[in-house]
């Protein structure tokens, strides 16, 4: 009797365990390999999954233009979104539906993680001097809404991975032409920048900043300097970025850099024509009249070739310039101080009759 109970026994957990097993090989079966959604549309269908979508966004989208079809429906599509991390790595782009498709819920999700991404061509502007602009502009240019960049580098720890500040930020942006994807994140397209910055600072680039005793983002502030003080006639900008690297080598005959274009940005107002006194007092970092070294950061975007003019500064012994009075826009450069108010009194009279 004992005997004929234990094989009673055996069968039972023998049958439950199969019975388990085919319960769970019928789950792998609607979750893995089940036909579980299928399209219900008449033509083919071009869906766009922005960047701002989420998982529930994707599932109106499929219920839009099909059904799910198994028993668990899209109970099991989302276990699969989930064990395949895709629920919370949605990505943005268009896909393809057809009339008669039928997917199992691996393949739906391959096929939307293979999105189409279109692209499109961006242009980095050289002329701005703000970094609200700049980021309003960048906003624009990338069909975000308003202030996502902003609110993206203020909430997030981009700064501090990529070791800059607020102020010097704007020196990951090299003036050119980019392709990028449509519907690109902020945090992709800051990375984007971090490449093409990191491609741009070749090894022959660094090294002339090494040359310099200058980093990067230095050379790029400077270069911001250089260009407002030249704004046209470019084959001068080396012999500018020349002066203010005499003035940076040589702190005991200048303490201070000196530099009118950092002072009318601190200023804030870009129609003063003539540094006087009075603009000299404003308080500010970018003021390097009152502040020694190069400003936190660029007055403007530098272009390529001032950043290039800094690199291949000509030497020379000059540390002083005023704006020549032949009306050609280029400069008069001396390493006299009055020698250098002789030029300036020169450039008044040639304002004071043009």
């Known amino acids: 009797m004992k005997i004929f109970k234990n094989k009673i026994i055996d069968i039972t957990v023998k049958s439950i365990t199969i019975t388990l097993i085919m319960l769970f090989l019928c789950f792998c079966y609607l979750i893995f390999l089940s036909k579980n959604y299928k399209t219900n549309i008449k033509k083919p269908i071009k869906i766009e999954i922005t960047k701002t979508a989420n998982i529930d966004t994707v599932i109106n989208i499929l219920n839009k233009y099909g059904e799910f079809t198994n028993l668990f429906g899209k109970q099991s599509f989302l276990y699969m979104t989930s064990i395949r991390k895709y629920n919370n790595n949605i990505i943005s782009g268009t896909i393809i539906l057809n009339p008669g498709d039928k997917y199992n819920n691996y393949d739906l999700v391959n096929k939307l993680r293979k999105t189409q991404r279109t692209t499109k061509t961006i242009q980095i502007p050289e002329n701005i001097r703000k970094i609200n602009t700049l980021l309003y502009t960048l906003d624009s240019l990338l069909e975000f809404e308003e202030n996502t960049l902003s609110n993206y580098i203020d909430t997030s720890d981009f700064l501090l991975r990529n070791n800059l500040t607020i102020f010097n930020f704007s020196t990951i942006f090299i003036p050119n032409t980019y392709e990028i994807y449509n519907n690109?994140?902020?945090?992709?397209?800051?990375?984007?920048?971090?490449?093409?910055?990191?491609?741009?600072?070749?090894?022959?680039?660094?090294?002339?900043?090494?040359?310099?005793?200058?980093?990067?983002?230095?050379?790029?502030?400077?270069?911001?300097?250089?260009?407002?003080?030249?704004?046209?006639?470019?084959?001068?900008?080396?012999?500018?970025?020349?002066?203010?690297?005499?003035?940076?080598?040589?702190?005991?005959?200048?303490?201070?850099?000196?530099?009118?274009?950092?002072?009318?940005?601190?200023?804030?107002?870009?129609?003063?024509?003539?540094?006087?006194?009075?603009?000299?007092?404003?308080?500010?970092?970018?003021?390097?009249?009152?502040?020694?070294?190069?400003?936190?950061?660029?007055?403007?975007?530098?272009?390529?070739?001032?950043?290039?003019?800094?690199?291949?500064?000509?030497?020379?012994?000059?540390?002083?310039?005023?704006?020549?009075?032949?009306?050609?826009?280029?400069?008069?450069?001396?390493?006299?101080?009055?020698?250098?108010?002789?030029?300036?009194?020169?450039?008044?009279?040639?304002?004071?009759?043009?």
């Open 184 to 354: 690109i994140s902020p945090q992709l397209f800051l990375q984007k920048m971090i490449t093409e910055n990191k491609n741009f600072w070749n090894k022959k680039r660094l090294d002339k900043c090494d040359s310099l005793g200058l980093t990067k983002i230095q050379v790029s502030i400077l270069a911001s300097i250089v260009e407002e003080e030249q704004d046209n006639k470019i084959d001068e900008r080396p012999k500018i970025a020349g002066l203010y690297i005499n003035r940076l080598n040589n702190t005991k005959k200048f303490p201070y850099l000196q530099a009118d274009p950092t002072v009318i940005f601190a200023n804030n107002d870009f129609n003063i024509k003539q540094v006087l006194n009075i603009h000299l007092e404003i308080k500010s970092p970018y003021n390097t009249y009152k502040n020694k070294g190069l400003p936190p950061g660029p007055i403007r975007i530098s272009s390529i070739n001032s950043i290039d003019a800094v690199l291949n500064a000509e030497i020379h012994n000059y540390y002083f310039m005023c704006a020549g009075s032949d009306g050609s826009g280029y400069h008069e450069f001396t390493s006299s101080i009055n020698e250098h108010n002789k030029n300036k009194v020169k450039y008044k009279k040639y304002q004071d009759f043009n």
